[in-house]
Structure formats: C-alpha cells, structure tokens
C-alpha cells in the first residue's frame, strides 16, 4: 500500500519508466568514457606522447622533409 505510486509498487516516480532511461543513460555515459579513454590511451602508447607538431619537428631534424615542406605541414595543423 505504501509506495505504490501509479502501479508500480516500491518504485515511485523515479524508479519507473524515467530512472530507468536515466540508468541505461549514464550507463552509455560510463562506457563512452572508457572507450574515449582507451583509444587516448593506445594514440600516446603509439606514438611515445608526441604530438604531430612534436613528430614534424623530428622529421624536419632528420632531413626527411624539406624546409617548404616543412612549413606547409605547419601552417596545416596549426
């Protein structure tokens, strides 16, 4: 008798319908997240935490690109 709000016993308003979809929402909220994660995770493992400026740089260094080349590709990514 108590708590059986709109015909769902124990569950009031926010444990029906609404705190479901509230549920599975933040659910999909917690696996995005550790997806997002994991992929930022494996792009600095494979490139040891350089950035694309950072690997330009090194490229330019070596003598793998020429000076044109290398300010083209700069001016792209900033």
Do not use: C
Request: aromatic share 18%.
């Amino acid at each position: 008798m108590w708590g059986n709000y709109w015909g769902y016993p124990m569950m009031g308003f926010w444990g029906g319908g609404i705190g479901m979809i509230f549920m599975i929402f933040w659910w999909l909220l917690v696996i995005a997240a550790i997806i997002l994660f994991a992929r930022w995770l494996v792009e600095q493992t494979r490139h040891g935490g350089k950035t694309a400026l950072d690997i330009l740089k090194e490229r330019y260094a070596k003598g793998e690109i020429s000076k044109e080349q290398y300010e083209a590709m700069k001016k792209d990514l900033l």
